[in-house]
């Protein structure tokens, strides 16, 4: 009689610890399903230029621009205003005209000097020139009240050229330029993160003004505007992506799996 309490009391325990790994594995899919389902809503990255231009030339002015996101937001029902934009970035990439301007010159000769090479003596003629090309180009860029800068960098280049003239005492004789060049050159970016006033105004309409002063003269090479803007949850009819079709599938086996549980276990309960 002992022995048959005992056994029954056992099973009644191990179908308690059964039913309760279903019941967990009912809250899994429950927090699965959950977890796809609030991923409807979601922010879209996204990037446009400004109607400036890319690789364009820019003298010394002031210029006027714009971003107009309006035609990335596809389709245009699944977006209200004002829009719920964040994380939104600029970058603007400049590079120096390389036909920069000679702003002075000077050019001075040498007597013939005699140098020692591998390959014997020589006799070089040198003519130096120094050349100043025009100075510090920069731009400056504004979105309202925030502005942001950036400039060229001083560089100097020598390049020498030997000319072969012919033989003297025995040695070659060679005509030797040598031009050293002095300005600023080379490529900067100017880039940030947009404030606040900004992000609003362009929520408000999907517009964004900017202006840019520009010293010297500079190429921009690109305008960009990153961002993330989310679509209103209650227009967008979503077809699922394929990762999110298979985490569908695999809520629907472990559903099955449970449902196949309960059948097995309810008679063993009743009983």
Known sequence: MMKAQNLRRRENCKLQDQQCGVGKLKWLV????????????????????????DEVL???????????IRSELTPSTNYNYPLDINSVTFEF????????PVR????????????THGEG??????????????GNESATLAFGAQSESGNTTLSTTTVINDYFVGRRSGRNLF??????????????????????????????????DFSLLVVGDLILKSSTLSFNVTPNPSLITRVPEPSTL???AGVGML?????????????????
């Open 104 to 115: 002075s010159s000077l050019t001075s000769r040498d007597r013939p000097g005699l140098y």
């Open 175 to 208: 005509d030797r330029t040598i031009t050293t060049t002095t300005g600023y050159t080379g490529d900067f970016t100017i880039s940030g993160i947009l404030n606040a006033a900004s992000v609003l105004d362009l929520a408000t309409d999907g517009l964004l």
């Open 121 to 134: 003596e020589n006799y070089y003629n040198n003519t130096r020139t120094r050349l100043y090309l025009e």
């Open 58 to 68: 820019l003298g010394h002015s002031t210029y006027s621009g714009l971003f107009d």
């Open 93 to 100: 990439t400049f590079s120096d005209d390389p036909s920069d």
């Open 30 to 53: 429950f927090a699965l399903i959950t977890i796809v389902t609030s991923t409807s809503a979601y922010a879209v990255p996204l990037s446009v230029s400004s109607n400036i231009g």
């Open 246 to 248: 298979s985490l569908l």
């Open 255 to 271: 559903g099955l799996v449970v449902r196949r549980k309960n059948k097995v276990l309810k008679p063993v309960c009743q009983a």
